[in-house]
């Protein structure tokens, strides 16, 4: 087995052993990764890139706002604009939801440009630019939003080429998201420990879970890494994904985050992969590459927290090193 074997045995196909063209510094290059969840308007995006996010996708903010910011190259921002929820349902009951980041679906109406209509609301989070729409669907803030709007929803976001992600809590919630055909989850289901018929259903289905397993504590936070551990047994995709802006945690990779997803059974080169998944966007960003300098960890153990020192750098400034 060469070096380069080993190297790609432990983090995958895409890992190379580089060294960067002007300092000589030697690590090792990654595609670009990506926070699939996160919240511009509540964090600091500059540190970003020199602590290795290339890309994240803005789960849940005003439409408008997200429409008209200015873009740096990175991080490359893709977003949901805003949650679609039932009149009064989550998150507009909670304080730290500004005005804008949710709209209410008042009726399960398929005609473009009924007033409140589940095809209106997906049409405009389309048009400000929207990669993914996202729907809310929490059983413990009622209330929630009935089968035929989501369904409403669910067509028309594919209509127009999108994929519908859920917020899901409370009983009954992910399986209401599976069985109605959500393609993704923004955050592994926490509140209830689910059956392992619905987590195959998920997996066959091939629905994507984001982690965010370290917002949580507790109860739910095992409960969430029970869950995503028998996804991914069961062949589910796996997205790493923080939730950045929910609390106070620093902006870049997340080596807690690994660590837990790790620690839930997604290790070396699986965890590497939901790193990299450029989803819902079709390609990585072009350009640059992650560099992660350093011996690599000796086994899949020390990957996460060397993970966390990964940063963006332009694709130009990687020399691979001979092997
Ligand atoms: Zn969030």
Known sequence: MTDLDA????LGPTAHPVHLA???EHGTALPPLVDHHVHLALIDEAPLAARGVAAVIDLGGDPVALAQRVRPAIPRVAYAGAFLTAPGGYPSDRPWAPDGIWREVRSAARAAGAPGGATTLVDEQAEFGA???KVSLNADAEPVLDADALDAIIARAHERGLPVLAHVEGAGMTRLAIEHGVDALAHTPFSELLPPDLIHRAAAVRQRWVSTLDIHEGEDRA??????GAF???GGTVLYGTDLG???RPPGVSASELRAMHDAGIQGAALVATLTDPWPLATPPSGVATFVPGP????????PDWLGTA??????ELTPDPH
């Open 246 to 248: 929910n609390g106070d």
């Open 223 to 228: 409960r969430a890494a029970a869950n995503l």
């Open 311 to 316: 940063r963006v750098v332009p694709r130009e």
């Open 22 to 24: 002007l300092e000589g």
């Open 7 to 10: 190297l790609q045995a432990l």
């Open 296 to 303: 690599v960890p000796a086994g899949a153990d020390g990957i």
């Open 232 to 234: 991914a047994r069961a």
């Open 131 to 133: 990669s993914v729409i």
